[in-house]
């Protein structure tokens, strides 16, 4: 019988453990995390569950673990993957006590990225929301719905979702210099221009992103400090998906089969 824990998949490095590593390792294909294993999927779509799109560490089957136990959350989480278009990967206008500069979705038109949409029950959404900050009036995340065919989610049978939720930055994202949103390039390298570009940074966090990630971890205020320098440095530019932060399209709500949509 095949090895299906994380472990054997290579999946099992944690970001909040090991910020460098911050997203985590990806699964190549679409799973069942169930536990410390990820097992196949018979099908694409959960009709009592929140489709959620994850374009950082939540497509990490360790991290989603990882965040599961901490509430005692055992139940099983679909993860599938997903051809999304119109949405990419940009880089967080914020410093994250868990050590990293995290993800955060963009606005990507005419691109197609591979990403993958979690399947969330309620106790899990609630799990997920608070771990990105939503429930708090000031968090750095706040869960909008993306309708089609603004951003289109194609499952593995071809099929595809009439919207789903992301996590979007109510910060904005960092530019790469001409306005745009600039791509992750992973974190280590991230962590290595911004430090060596931003003097400033330098004197808080140290000149490595070995620095960075313990003294980050250490110091919640340091953090905060951080983020407001990124700003006030004119690093930060809009995600393009801030139309979707709307009093009735963001926050809390929106769970269970209400927001889990049908194949289209």
């Not at 992301?166 to 994202?173: H, Q």
Request: hydrophobic content about 40%.
């Amino acid at each position: 019988m095949e090895d299906r824990t994380l472990r054997a998949l290579g999946l099992d490095v944690v970001p909040r453990e090991h910020p460098l590593e911050y997203p985590g390792s990806w699964p190549r294909e679409s799973g069942l995390l169930e536990g410390d294993r990820l097992l196949p999927l018979d099908r694409w779509v959960f009709e009592d569950r929140t489709p959620v799109v994850s374009v950082g560490s939540n497509a990490c089957p360790a991290q989603l673990r990882h965040k599961m136990a901490e509430s005692g959350i055992v139940t099983p989480l679909p993860m599938v993957r997903a051809r999304v278009a119109g949405l990419g990967i940009g880089v967080s206008a914020h410093v994250s006590r868990a050590g990293y500069v995290a993800n955060a979705p963009v606005v990507t038109p005419g691109r197609v990225s591979e990403l993958f949409v979690i399947w969330l029950d309620a106790r899990q959404l609630a799990v997920i929301d608070a771990s990105e900050g939503v429930p708090l009036p000031h968090g750095n995340f706040r869960r909008v719905r993306l309708p089609a065919p603004d951003v289109r989610i194609e499952l593995p049978d071809g099929s595809s979702l009439p919207g789903a939720y992301a996590y979007v930055n109510r910060r904005g994202v960092l530019h790469d210099g001409t306005g745009a949103p600039r791509t992750h390039p992973g974190q280590r390298p991230l962590l290595s221009d911004l430090l060596a570009t931003l003097p400033r940074l330098r004197a808080l966090f140290g000149t490595t992103p070995e620095e960075f990630c313990v003294r980050a971890r250490a110091d919640r205020a340091l953090c905060e400090q951080g983020t407001r320098l990124l700003a006030e440095e004119g690093w930060v530019t809009a995600s393009g998906l801030e139309r979707y932060m709307t009093a009735a399209g963001a926050g809390s709500h929106g769970t269970g089969a209400e927001a889990g949509p049908p194949r289209a």
